[in-house]
Each structure stands twice: as structure tokens, then as C-alpha cells.
């Protein structure tokens, strides 16, 4: 068994890994799949297009999948359904991730065809590379937030009720999951632009809440 200590730290590492790589790859590659001209942007920067593929695997896949294995047996202490239902959502959570990741590079496959054909106005490869791009969005950016607040919910409710860590930490983890998930709601029906400024304000909150708590568990751990 793992010690409590060794735990937090490997806990914390992975909330690192899960949030910060995702988010340098999405600033430096995110517009090549967001372009209006996607097909031919892909085409031309398809080492790019890969590398966000594979840390969308790597960091948004399997380190947030991981969270949920990690947390499991300290959240096992509080109620073993709880700690279950945490590591089950984040590992659906991961899933989505992954298939999110291997579409992309479907996509880009789609778009190198485009470019080979003389990219043609009007054809199967904009049906193709539209249906796909939207299958990725809801994926990756979509049906897999749902997961993850689920449970990331479950393991800052057990947070706060049996201080963990502190509760400002979990209150605050609570609001931003409440902020992010309405951001992703509007997303989804088109009230708001997908990866637009609104969502990214609302984003914020529990982006910088999860590395804050990165860091108290890196340095403090759990509380005993």
C-alpha cells in the first residue's frame, strides 16, 4: 500500500500534468484544428496537428484517468461507493480524452487527403472533415466535461466534509466546477462560442483552483 504522503504527491504531480500540458498544447496547436480553413491548416502542420494528438492522449487521457485511480484509496477511507463513483467518472472521463485524440488524427487524415485531391471546393472531404470536427468536439470537449465534474464533485464533496484539505480549497473547487460547467453547457447549444472569451473566463476559476491544489498536496498532503 502506498502511504498517505507518497499518495498527495503523486495526486498533485498528476493534476499538474493534467491541466498544464493541455493547455500549453491547446494555446500552440488548438488553432490549426479551429481555423476556418482547417482542412488545408491541418495538411500544412500535420507534425503539429500530432503532437496535439498525442498530448491530448498523454495529458488530457491518461494523466486525468490516472487522478481518479489515485484518489481511489484515500477517498476509499470516507465511503468506498464514493470513492468508486470518482474513479469511475474520471476514468470514463479519460476514455472520452482518448477517443477524442484518435479522431484528430482521423481528421487529419481527412485533411491530407483534401490537400491531394487539389482541395476541392464543395466536397466530400468538408462533409467528412465537418462531421468529424463535431464528433471531436463533443467528445473531447463536450460529453467528457461531464464526467469530469461529476467527479471531481464527489471528491471535493468528500473533501469538504471531511477537511482533506481545506475547505476553502474545496468550496472553491465546487464553485469553479459550477462556473465550468455552465460554460460548457452554453457552449454546447450554441449560446456561447466553443473555446471563445466567455468560456474562457468562466474556465478559469477551476483551472487555477486545480493547480493551487496541485501544489497544497505536492507540499502539504492530506490532512490526517
Not at 502506498?2 to 495526486?11: D, E, K, V
Not at 464528433?135 to 464526467?147: E, I, L, T
Not at 469538504?160 to 460548457?184: D, N
Request: hydrophobic content about 55%.
Amino acid at each position: 500500500m502506498i502511504n498517505s504522503r507518497a499518495n498527495a504527491r503523486i495526486t498533485g504531480v498528476l493534476f499538474i500534468l493534467g491541466t498544464v500540458p493541455p493547455i500549453v498544447g491547446g494555446l500552440l496547436w488548438g488553432p490549426l484544428v479551429s481555423s476556418p480553413d482547417y482542412l488545408s491548416t491541418m495538411a500544412a502542420n500535420s507534425g503539429q496537428v500530432l503532437s496535439l494528438a498525442l498530448f491530448d492522449l498523454l495529458f488530457l487521457g491518461l494523466a486525468c484517468a490516472s487522478i481518479g485511480i489515485s484518489l481511489y484509496p484515500v477517498l476509499k477511507r470516507h465511503g468506498e461507493a464514493l470513492a468508486l463513483g470518482a474513479m469511475g467518472f474520471r476514468l470514463i472521463e479519460g476514455a472520452l480524452q482518448i477517443v477524442g485524440a484518435v479522431i484528430l488524427v482521423a481528421l487529419l487524415a481527412v485533411s491530407q487527403e483534401f490537400v491531394k485531391a487539389g482541395s476541392p471546393t464543395d466536397s466530400v472531404f468538408q462533409s467528412a472533415g465537418a462531421a468529424i470536427k463535431t464528433v471531436r468536439d463533443w467528445a473531447a470537449n463536450g460529453s467528457a466535461v461531464f464526467p469530469w465534474c461529476a467527479g471531481a464533485f464527489i471528491y471535493y464533496t468528500v473533501f469538504y466534509r471531511t477537511r482533506l484539505i481545506p475547505r476553502w480549497l474545496s468550496v472553491w473547487g465546487l464553485l469553479g466546477l459550477t462556473l465550468f460547467l455552465a460554460s460548457a453547457f452554453a457552449a454546447m447549444f450554441g449560446l456561447i462560442d466553443l473555446f471563445s472569451p466567455p468560456q474562457m473566463i468562466l474556465s478559469l476559476p477551476i483551472l487555477v483552483q486545480e493547480l493551487v491544489l496541485a501544489v497544497w498536496l505536492i507540499v502539504k498532503g492530506y490532512k490526517e
